[in-house]
């Protein structure tokens, strides 16, 4: 049984290590790899797009498109209201220390996103300007 649970461990791992060390794509022109930010740009242009055509496609009427608009304002709204809803029930469950640290953790998360993010567009651009140029 204990060899059973060490095999399926190692094979768990071996999986896990695997999935994390897949390569992001390589841009053909440049033949580097696209950072992040620059693969959910291009994910969300396309996504954006295909609502579009979705939506003519629907043949809208005007007033259908104002409603689908004011739904989808709304729905937004209430999303950002439960976000806030969860915070307040969050600071009466947690202590002022752990709240505080919560807060700590959050700036921590944010600055780090924040490093990444000029991280992958200096070297974006110190890769691909240089092409762009010639």
Do not use: G, W
Not at 10 to 29: H, L
Not at 76 to 93: F, R, V
């Amino acid at each position: 049984m204990k060899k059973l649970m060490a095999l399926s461990f190692a094979a768990c791992m071996f999986t896990i290590s695997a999935i994390a060390q897949t390569e992001r794509p390589v841009d053909p022109a440049t033949q580097t790899q696209t950072p992040h930010n620059e693969k959910r740009k291009k994910h969300n242009k396309e996504n954006h797009e295909r609502r579009k055509d979705e939506m003519k496609e629907l043949n809208l009427t005007p007033e259908q498109k104002e409603k689908l608009k004011t739904n989808h304002k709304e729905m937004k709204a209430k999303h950002n209201e439960l976000k806030k809803e969860e915070k307040e029930k969050s600071d009466k469950i947690l202590t002022p220390e752990q709240q505080a640290k919560r807060e700590e953790m959050k700036k921590n998360r944010r600055a780090q996103r924040a490093e990444h993010k000029d991280k992958n567009n200096k070297s974006y651009n110190a890769e691909v300007a240089p092409a762009v140029q010639q």
